[in-house]
Structures are given as structure tokens and as C-alpha cells.
């Protein structure tokens, strides 16, 4: 964050942190901006571009304008690996997450969100200080990300033009059933809470199969106890997620694993517990600014086609104070979140022409 804060006073921008450790660098004065960025933090043995392109085109967009009220915004704590949960800065920043929700997320070692991002503003004492964000500066909001699937490449398209975000559905699930000796418990005997567990998992992978796309669902987690190989497994926990951009078909997910959590409890013996962690709701992108960034698009004479994004981005909290835009740069290659993440320059550039026209030209 300190080398962007130096990055943006090149660019003519005076860098601020707020209490929430988002960065805000805007030249002076104190009316209405166009705000373009994205993050600098990264998933480990992240790649290149997720977060960082925003991040520099919005830059890049300040520099090649500089008398236009451009204002860079970088959100903390984007990714979600650390804390189990995303976009905490834009979240704080927009009010939809409070202090107090620091305190009970914790990492694999204990520390709590709220002491990391203490640790973190010490860290960067040196850097100028805001009370809070000027959102109500931001007449529109811009983030460019490169693209974290392959559909823009499958469509021949040089940018994709965002209009609806998708949020989890995030659960905890914990199976009970009775733990024993692996070679001592006989099979009819069993209330195994593995087998249930595994049933619950095709359960969820079924009925998101059913749902209409993009709705899609992951067990992304799972904690076995007591976890050896000669003990017939008596408690299993699941940490699942449904999203997509229609909340029916979440909603009829979500019913399908309630029915299967049914079923498996009166067919195994087993006792389920399930506890709603978050309950995002998708977000629909800015109509006239969508369509301000098709026009640019077509102006400029690049290919961009409409598409929709099933990770979250800070954009979409944002989109709660100000009209806002996403622009995905597609995907060359390799995945996204590896060191393989890859863009092509040219579509890197037709991104950047784009932006430069949102912050510089759209009135609205």
C-alpha cells in the first residue's frame, strides 16, 4: 500500500488512509470525483493480476488525465483466505460491516480481523490520515479485474461489461453421529458422521447441477473428528457456499440441502446442525453506467459483450453510495489465483481506453 501511495502522488494525487486501511488519493479540492481501483492484497501464490490491474489502470487513468477529478480507492482486505470473509474494507467503509464483526473473525492462528488491521495502520504510520471515505465525493465508481473464468475468450471478446454481481450464501454444517473403533463397530451399527457428511456434499453438488446457470455451490471446507484412520468418524463439519445472480434459484438449493439434511438424519441416526454465516444478496451494477461502458466500448471500437461476475468484488459494496462499474479484462490461460493468471496487452489496453472514457466523458 505505501509503494501505491507513491505511485499516486507521481500521478498528481494526494494519498490518505482511512481507519479502515482503505486508500483514497484524489488531488485537491473537495468536489465531485470519478474513482477508479481495486486491491493490492492477493490469495497465496496469487497471480499478477487480480486486484493489481485495477489498481494500475486507475493510475494510469489519473496520469493520462490530470486535469480531470479523477480519485484513486484501493479497499483493504479484499481476499477472503486469512479471515474466512472478503471485501472487508469496502464492507466498513459502506457501513455494511461493523467493528464488532472484526473481533469474531479470526485466522488459523487466532488473530482476530480487528488486530491485523491495527497491526497493519501501524505498520503505515507514516501515511497521511482521513476519518472516513469521501464516498459522497463519488458521483461513479469504475474497477477494472481481469476476467476469473474463460467465457470473454469463448465469445471472441475483448472486454467484458459487468451488470450483475453475485454474493454467497455461506453455512456452516455440523454432522453428529457416534465415534468408535474402526475394526469394533459393525457396519449396521454405524452412525457414521463422514458417510452422512459425503452424502450432504452430492446433496449440494446436485442440486446446484439442477439450478439454472450461474448458480453454483462448494463445499469448501471440511474438519473430520477425531480424524483417525481407526476411528469411525463422530462429528463433521462443512463449510458450504451457494451464489449466483437469481435469489430464487439460491433460495431452491438451499431447499434441496435442507431436504437432504432431512433425509440423512432420519436414514443414519445422525444429528445435523446448520448455522447461516453470510446472507449476500446480488447486486445489480449501475443500469446507465453499464450502458455508458457498451457505448465506450463501441466508440472505440472494442469487442465488448455483457456478462455477469461470480466473484465478489468491492465494486458491488460500493454500488450502495454510488453508481458503479465493473470491467473484466479476459483471461489468457492458466486460471485465476495461481501464478499462471495471465492477460493479454491488447486487452489490457482496450480496458484502460474504456476507463479513462468513464472517469473523463460519462455525465451521468
Excluded: K
Aim: hydrophobic share 45%.
Amino acid at each position: 500500500m505505501r509503494m501505491v501511495a507513491g505511485w499516486a502522488r507521481d500521478a498528481g494525487l494526494e494519498p490518505a488512509l482511512d481507519p479502515h486501511g482503505n486508500l483514497w488519493a484524489a488531488r485537491d479540492g473537495d468536489g465531485p470525483v470519478a474513482s477508479s481501483g481495486s486491491h493490492v492484497d492477493t490469495v497465496p501464490d496469487g497471480g499478477r493480476y487480480d486486484g493489481a490491474l485495477g489498481t494500475v489502470l486507475a493510475l494510469e487513468a489519473a496520469a493520462v488525465a490530470p486535469n480531470a477529478p479523477i480519485a484513486l480507492l484501493v479497499c483493504a482486505a479484499e481476499e477472503a483466505p486469512r479471515f474466512g470473509a472478503g471485501t472487508l474494507g469496502s464492507r466498513l467503509a459502506v457501513g455494511t460491516l461493523d467493528e464488532a464483526a472484526l473481533d469474531r473473525l479470526r485466522d488459523t492462528g487466532g488473530t482476530t480481523a480487528r488486530a491485523a488491521r491495527d497491526a497493519f495502520l501501524r505498520e503505515l504510520s507514516d501515511l497521511p490520515r482521513i476519518e472516513a471515505l469521501p464516498l459522497e465525493r463519488v458521483h461513479r465508481h469504475v474497477e477494472v479485474h481481469v476476467e476469473q473464468r474463460h467465457e470473454l475468450r469463448g465469445r471472441g471478446a475483448q472486454l467484458g461489461v459487468v451488470a450483475h454481481v453475485a454474493a454467497p450464501h455461506r453455512h456452516e454444517i455440523v454432522v453428529d453421529g457416534v465415534a468408535g473403533h474402526a475394526g469394533e463397530v459393525a457396519m449396521a451399527d454405524r452412525r457414521d458422521a463422514l458417510a452422512a457428511a459425503a452424502e450432504l456434499v452430492l446433496a449440494l453438488e446436485a442440486a446446484a447441477r439442477a439450478a439454472p446457470p450461474p448458480t453454483v455451490a462448494t463445499v469448501g471446507a471440511m474438519r473430520v473428528e477425531p480424524g483417525a484412520v481407526s476411528a469411525v468418524p463422530g462429528r463433521v463439519t462443512l463449510e458450504l457456499e451457494a451464489r449466483g445472480i437469481d435469489p430464487d434459484a439460491i433460495a431452491a438449493v438451499e431447499a434441496d440441502l435442507g431436504a437432504a439434511i432431512d433425509d440423512v438424519t432420519r436414514r443414519r441416526g445422525v444429528q445435523v446442525h446448520r448455522r447461516l454465516l453470510r446472507d449476500g444478496a446480488p447486486v445489480a451494477l449501475d443500469a446507465p453506467l453499464v450502458e455508458a461502458a457498451r457505448r465506450a466500448a463501441a466508440r472505440l471500437g472494442i469487442e465488448a459483450v455483457t456478462t455477469h461476475s461470480g466473484a465478489g468484488h468491492d465494486a458491488q459494496h460500493l454500488a450502495s453510495r454510488a453508481p458503479c462499474a465493473l470491467l473484466f479484462v479476459p483471461l489468457v490461460g492458466g486460471e485465476s489465483h495461481t501464478p499462471q493468471e495471465e492477460a493479454d496487452a491488447h486487452a489490457i489496453a482496450a480496458a484502460a481506453n474504456v476507463l479513462v472514457d468513464l472517469l473523463t466523458r460519462w455525465d451521468g
